[in-house]
């Protein structure tokens, strides 16, 4: 059964984990690509820089963003593609670097993936 989490790239690898894939556009700080034990860099699915900043965690403007992301994703069907290459039948691990734990592109992405997954419009 295909598995997606979610998970703070700060938090230690475990064989839960399965395939993780980091999902920032940006490398974490701190983190060296050995201690990551990441399967893939997902940067091209990240969201672009300018929603990013445009976001800035503000939890007012979370379901805009998701709607924003959600259109940023439609537009990039083969960085999407690559993705789901990489997700298979899980579990996979994204991973993601923000402080927060909860609104952050990391699980928008995994509502995206899953939804798409399931054969449903995203």
């Known amino acids: 059964m295909r598995s997606i989490q979610v ?55 979370w379901e805009e963003f998701r709607a924003r992301y959600f259109e940023e994703l439609e537009t990039n069907p083969t960085g999407v593609s690559e993705l789901l290459s990489h997700v298979g039948d899980g579990p996979v691990t994204f991973l993601f670097s923000s402080k927060e734990m909860l609104r952050n592109n990391a699980h928008a992405l995994q509502e995206y993936v899953s939804k798409v997954l399931d054969g449903e419009a995203a």
């Not at 703070?8 to 060296?32: C, F, H, K, Q, T």
């Open 7 to 61: 998970k703070r790239i700060y938090e230690a690898p475990s064989p839960g984990d399965g395939s993780r894939i980091l999902v920032d556009r940006l490398w974490p700080r701190g983190i060296s690509k050995e201690s990551a034990q990441i399967a893939y860099w997902a940067k091209d699915v990240a969201p672009s820089s300018e929603l990013r900043k445009w976001y800035g965690h503000d939890p007012t403007k």
